[in-house]
């Protein structure tokens, strides 16, 4: 949703003919299990903007309601198309459905369709040898420009309003800290964190306090396409290269986060069915039978009884958005400690997530849950993450006000705190605020050991990690050195203009 970087709208335009920008609002998409309102609300703020930003070029943007199918019949009968452009999807498998069934509509009519690659990601990618390098070519490149002017079709438009989330059937979502979208405020938020707003990045991501003004809060612009990556990427290099107020040590720590999104939304992109079963096929059945529907209402409402796992859940339903760590803890503790299969919770924190972007978040989903077989299960101790992150109380006092009044560190542990000191404090458990589901050691102890069978009695589970490390495993560590040898053997003004490199893998 922008027109800078864009190559679909930079190829349409240069063909020479009238373009005719579309955005069909797809109600049946908008009706899956992992939309929201608060969703809808940042793509239709990025409409308006995206509307006026086309009428300037000359070719405004028409809507359609509806199925994209429908929409190009209806423009086909009045105007006849010759070429659709768009963005190759990396999206959910509802998604993947729709795009076959529209190239299938175009191909029947005789209707060229070009998709252009969406970002670093790789379609029918055989091997992931040498994609690092690929991630270079194209993120290390220039943005491409907006089109200079378009010329528009004299077309009514066919749907000129936009609806609100209950005008497309989504349930009340009540997102008061929700960040605004469009590219404008995508823009502000690029320019002050390598202006300065992410001098400590690096050390501040961590920490659900001090990440919402560290980290770079792009990623609601990428899910929603109002700035590329490529785009982010040239604008940390050049502010390294300037010497601006975000130190290069911070940049590069950004930069690899950006290399870190490309290599996820590869997993999705290479093997669709991520989304719905295990990636490591190994580990079918660990927990889809044993399901605690109390265990997960309490996770999900932010009332398991342990305080920062409840305050960074409430804190995400409010605002939509908490720093990585954290979103790692919360599917973490439902995994582990409440032994919740992941794709239940992942489909509540995708409705949560402002910045859901299916190509993360069910790889995500799963690494964080143990079931990849090439990562080490990592079990987050919800009492140690509170004290380390929040060690005076105040994100827990913010996020679960009916245990603000105890004092720091019991406040972490209201549970261990004596009956009669919580009840000086106006607090009586299981009134004001629930015990722990689980005792938190006792539940990672029999986590381990699940875990520690499974691998122990099911057959094959070794060569299974083999195969699913060759087709998802990260090369990083095999291409750094190379990027950075080719890095020194260009001459600086190729270096410059091709846009390659520039701050190294």
Same mark, same amino acid.
């Given at each position: ?427 009586? @458990?299981?009134?004001?605020?629930? !015990?722990?589901?689980?005792? &938190?050691?006792?539940?990672? #102890?029999? +986590? /381990?050991? =699940? *875990? ?8 094959? @589970?070794?060569?299974?990690?083999? !195969?699913?490390?060759?087709? &998802?495993?990260?090369?990083? #560590?095999? +291409? /750094?050195? =190379? *990027? ?22």
């Amino acid at each position: 949703l922008r027109v800078v970087d864009h190559a679909p709208l930079l190829a349409a335009a240069a063909r020479g003919g009238a373009v005719l920008p579309l955005y069909v609002i797809e109600p049946e998409l908008w009706a899956q299990d992992d939309a929201s309102a608060r969703q809808w609300d940042l793509f239709r703020e990025a409409l308006v903007e995206l509307q006026r930003e086309l009428a300037a070029l000359g070719a405004p943007l028409h809507l359609f309601f509806g199925e994209v199918i429908d929409a190009f019949a209806e423009i086909h009968r009045t105007h006849r198309i010759t070429e659709v452009h768009a963005h190759e999807e990396t999206g959910n498998a509802w998604t993947f459905a729709r795009d076959r069934r529209v190239a299938g509509w175009l191909r029947q009519q005789g209707v060229a369709f070009v998709e252009h690659p969406n970002g670093s990601t790789v379609r029918r990618l055989a091997r992931r040898d040498g994609w690092v390098r690929h991630w270079e070519r194209h993120n290390g490149a220039t943005p491409l420009p907006a089109p200079s002017a378009l010329r528009g079709v004299d077309l009514l438009p066919i749907f000129n309003a936009l609806p609100s989330a209950q005008e497309l059937g989504l349930p009340d979502d009540f997102c008061p800290g929700r960040q605004p979208g469009g590219r404008e405020s995508a823009l502000r938020l690029l320019g002050s964190f390598v202006d300065g707003r992410g001098s400590d990045y690096s050390r501040g991501m961590s920490s659900p306090i001090s990440a919402p003004k560290v980290c770079s809060r792009l990623s609601v612009h990428f899910a929603t396409g109002t700035l590329s990556i490529r785009e982010a990427t040239a604008a940390a290099r050049a502010a390294a290269e300037a010497g601006l107020a975000t130190p290069s040590r911070a940049l590069r720590s950004f930069e690899s986060r950006l290399h870190w999104q490309g290599h996820f939304m590869q997993k999705l992109e290479s093997e669709s069915a991520i989304e719905f079963r295990n990636v490591h096929r190994g580990f079918d059945g660990l927990r889809e039978n044993d399901f605690d529907e109390a265990a997960f209402s309490a996770w999900a409402s932010g009332h398991t009884g342990w305080p920062f796992v409840d305050a960074c859940m409430r804190r995400l339903a409010a605002t939509g958005w908490i720093n990585f760590r954290m979103r790692a803890m919360l599917t973490a503790v439902a995994s582990y400690h409440l032994w919740l299969h992941w794709r239940p919770t992942g489909l509540h924190l995708a409705r949560l997530f402002t910045d859901y972007e299916p190509g993360i978040h069910w790889p995500q989903a799963q690494m964080q849950s143990g079931v990849t077989g090439i990562n080490v299960p990592r079990m987050y101790n919800p009492l140690k993450q509170g004290l380390d992150q929040d060690p005076e109380g105040h994100f827990v006092r913010r996020w679960v006000p009916e245990l603000a009044a105890l004092p720091a560190p019991w406040i972490h542990q209201p549970w261990a705190m004596p009956t009669d000191q919580l009840a000086r404090h106006g607090i009586v @458990l299981d009134r004001d605020y629930p !015990r722990p589901v689980r005792d &938190h050691v006792a539940a990672v #102890r029999e +986590a /381990r050991a =699940k *875990l520690s069978d499974w691998w122990r009695e099911t057959p094959g @589970l070794r060569d299974e990690a083999r !195969r699913v490390l060759e087709r &998802h495993g990260s090369r990083m #560590r095999q +291409a /750094r050195p =190379k *990027l950075e040898a080719a890095k020194k053997k260009r001459p600086a003004s190729q270096e410059t203009t091709q846009g390659d490199l520039f701050g190294g893998g």
